[in-house]
């Protein structure tokens, strides 16, 4: 058995802390709860208005309609649109249903192809200060009828949100 040195062991783990930590919570008949959360030194501030003003730049493209074609937006008010655009088309991706700036950010509706399979769902954004650093906690509560069930799907969904979490981490802690 190879010996691994205590650096090699701290670039691992380091690595493995910038990731979101990501968990289906739950897979019923009817839906599926995933949550993800990651932490950043960024003030819950800083964090909300990168997180509302600034998706476009971070939310990753390849999980939008229209990749870099379209632009996306959060309008951060109650009866507002986390929508997409490209020059004549455009996407409601969700709707904003809750709003408390910098703690929680409460979108409904089905992300991607839940929006196609009649899903609907609650995904919530809160923010909380714990020991001078943000916790983001992003859950998505999903319900509708899927003939294949949810086993298969909440993973695959899970992931998904793993990923564009972790694109707001990366876009929070880049150099200026």
């Given at each position: 058995?190879?010996k691994?040195?205590?650096?090699?062991?701290?670039?691992?783990f380091?690595?493995?802390n910038?990731?979101?930590?990501?968990?289906?919570?739950q897979?019923?008949?009817?839906?599926?709860?995933?949550?993800?959360?990651?932490?950043?030194?960024?003030?819950?501030?800083?964090?909300?208005a990168?997180?509302?003003?600034?998706?476009?730049?971070?939310?990753?493209?390849?999980?939008s309609?229209?990749?870099?074609?379209?632009?996306?937006?959060?309008?951060a008010?109650?009866?507002?649109?986390?929508?997409?655009?490209?020059?004549?088309?455009s996407?409601?991706?969700?709707?904003?249903?809750?709003?408390?700036?910098?703690?929680?950010?409460?979108?409904?509706?089905?992300?991607?192809?839940?929006?196609?399979?009649g899903m609907?769902?609650?995904?919530?954004?809160?923010?909380?200060?714990?020991?001078?650093?943000?916790?983001?906690?992003?859950?998505?509560?999903?319900?509708?009828?899927?003939?294949e069930?949810?086993?298969?799907?909440?993973?695959?969904?899970?992931?998904?949100?793993?990923?564009?979490?972790?694109?707001?981490?990366?876009?929070?802690?880049?150099?200026?």
């Amino acid at each position: 058995m190879k010996k691994i040195s205590g650096s090699i062991l701290l670039l691992c783990f380091g690595l493995i802390n910038t990731h979101a930590k990501a968990e289906v919570l739950q897979v019923s008949e009817h839906g599926f709860i995933v949550e993800n959360t990651i932490q950043t030194d960024k003030k819950p501030e800083v964090v909300w208005a990168k997180l509302v003003k600034d998706i476009d730049k971070w939310w990753p493209k390849d999980h939008s309609w229209w990749g870099d074609m379209g632009k996306l937006s959060i309008q951060a008010y109650a009866g507002g649109c986390f929508c997409e655009v490209s020059d004549d088309k455009s996407a409601e991706h969700m709707r904003i249903s809750f709003v408390n700036p910098n703690k929680t950010l409460r979108m409904t509706g089905g992300l991607g192809p839940l929006q196609g399979m009649g899903m609907y769902g609650a995904l919530n954004w809160v923010l909380s200060e714990q020991e001078q650093k943000t916790q983001v906690t992003l859950t998505y509560r999903v319900t509708g009828i899927n003939p294949e069930g949810f086993e298969k799907l909440a993973p695959i969904v899970d992931r998904v949100q793993s990923i564009q979490l972790n694109e707001l981490k990366k876009y929070l802690e880049k150099r200026p």
